[in-house]
């Protein structure tokens, strides 16, 4: 269904970049035109599904199983997660009653660290897809939340003796396989093979992937917000067209970051995410920061309610240690797609034009504002450390034949080359009254709109 030119005068074009939002109940539907849920990426329509790896933070597996077409149920699917005790255990309880289901454990050795990258690796007769998320695999992150999907072109099979290896300009066979061979898991060697052996010349995106590790010498630029700074040395904006253009992150956790901006936020961070193409030496002014966070009254007031926070985990512990961030604090608002009771689960970074009409670039990533997921320089600034597994997807204008700049798409009907950015630009701060939804304490004084309070245990 996703690649039928449909009748629908907006439906054509939407597969331009494989960037989708999920389907969201309850909302006019006309505002679901171009959005997917887990059926459609898993139809029939998609392929002859022959096997499938589902890597995530969290699996309802029945569930999820019921996700795939009646006649895929019993294909070969791998289970890809970084569970341990309990909860490893509770895993492999539900796989058992699923004989073609396989579970494989990546490796947590770093503490705090999260499995939470969010990938389906589908293999067909024809060929194979990656899709990047940043929805679990469980009924709510589908349901009623703002969430992206990535999903890639259908890559052909190579032929047994085909020289090109099938990579794209962007290096996103290379990468991908960078990425799965640093999980050095035996249960993922047969994925890396059906990866070898596609050609993945037709991927525009680059990979932005996150692996547990102390990496330094050529590994330092391979992962985290360094990879971004490299990408974005050689391929980004040059320093003068993008000279004082705000960075845009918007995300639905944030980690601890340190007392202050020029910890970790505003330099080492920011200097990665305002990279531009040439003189490296020569500093911009530094980039303005808009940070786009839920308020308690947008969770207050979403579809799902204060329930909605439950996937919004920012403690009043961190939060406490970290009030210079209220600053860059922005609403979560999504107009121009339907979305502002939506809540965002969806994780994205962005470089906007002044007047909010262009972006520089666009990334969908499961990391969240956090040293975990993007990395920490360390040993003066010889490694880049980073505690989670982590994936998602770079837009750069020049690889989808744009001029510049991608024109922001500012209504539900997007014509071929604007982007269709998930919420509203310029984003909206917060008023003197917001205060950033903090999960771990009590709302009593206002219900949600469900009629119910908000009593965390
Ligand atoms: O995407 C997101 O915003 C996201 C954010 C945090 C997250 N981790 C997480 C953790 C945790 C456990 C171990 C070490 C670090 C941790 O942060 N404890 C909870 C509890 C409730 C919800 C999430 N929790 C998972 C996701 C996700 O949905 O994948």
């Known amino acids: 269904k996703l690649d039928q030119k449909g009748s629908d005068h907006c439906l054509k074009m939407n597969d331009r970049f494989g960037f989708y939002l999920t389907k969201v109940a309850g909302i006019d539907n006309a505002h679901n035109l171009h959005a997917v849920h887990i059926k459609d990426i898993l139809s029939t329509s998609m ?11 969290m699996f309802d597996i029945p569930w999820l199983i019921q996700q795939y077409p009646v006649e895929f149920r019993s294909k070969p699917l791998l289970i890809v997660h970084g569970m341990q005790r309990e909860t490893k255990a509770e895993y492999d309880m539900a796989a058992m009653n699923y004989s073609n289901v396989k579970l494989c454990q990546a490796k947590m050795e770093i503490m705090y660290g999260t499995h939470h990258t969010k990938m389906m690796l589908l293999l067909y007769d ?95 630029t391979a992962f985290g917000h360094l990879k971004l700074r490299k990408i974005l040395q050689e391929h980004g904006p040059s ?8 960075v845009v992150g918007q995300f639905s956790s944030i980690g601890s970051m340190g007392p202050n901006k020029d910890n970790w936020l505003c330099a080492e961070w920011r200097e990665s995410l305002s990279t531009a193409k040439g003189l490296g030496g020569l500093r911009t002014a530094d980039a303005p920061l808009k940070l786009i966070f839920p308020t308690k009254d947008n969770i207050r007031l979403s579809l799902e309610g204060y329930p909605a926070g439950a996937s919004v985990p920012y403690s009043i512990h961190t939060a406490k240690k970290q009030q210079f961030l209220h600053e860059y604090f922005h609403q979560w608002r999504a107009e121009v797609q339907g979305r502002s009771r939506a809540m965002p689960h969806i994780k994205t970074y962005l470089r906007m034009s002044p007047d909010s009409k262009k972006i520089a670039w666009f990334a969908v990533t499961s990391s969240n504002l956090s040293k975990a997921a993007w990395g920490a320089l360390e040993k003066k600034q010889s ?50 009254q917001d ?6 304490i009590p709302y009593k004084d206002l219900p949600d709109t469900h009629g119910n309070m908000w009593c965390p245990s």
């Open 47 to 57: 392929g002859n599904l022959q096997a499938s790896a589902q890597f995530n933070y």
């Open 126 to 220: 024809n060929g194979m897809r990656v899709v990047i998320t940043t929805a679990n695999n469980i009924h709510q992150d589908w349901y009623q939340k703002t969430q992206g999907v990535w999903i890639s072109p259908l890559f052909p099979k190579l032929d047994k003796g085909e020289a090109s290896a099938g990579d794209s300009d962007t290096h996103f066979k290379k990468d991908l396989l960078e990425y799965l061979s640093a999980y050095k898991l035996n249960g993922l060697k047969e994925w890396q093979e059906h990866i070898k052996q596609h050609n993945m010349s037709s991927a525009k995106v680059f990979i932005l992937g996150s692996v547990p590790g102390r990496h330094l010498g050529e590994k330092k």
């Open 239 to 246: 320093v003068s067209e993008v000279k004082g253009w705000p």
């Open 383 to 432: 490694q880049l450390m980073i505690r989670s597994y982590e994936i998602g997807v770079l837009f750069l204008p020049q690889m989808f034949g744009a001029e510049k700049f991608f024109e922001v798409q500012d209504k539900e009907c997007q014509n071929s080359g604007e982007f269709p950015v998930p919420y509203d630009l310029p984003p909206t701060p917060y008023t003197k």
């Open 435 to 440: 205060r950033p939804w903090l999960w771990d």
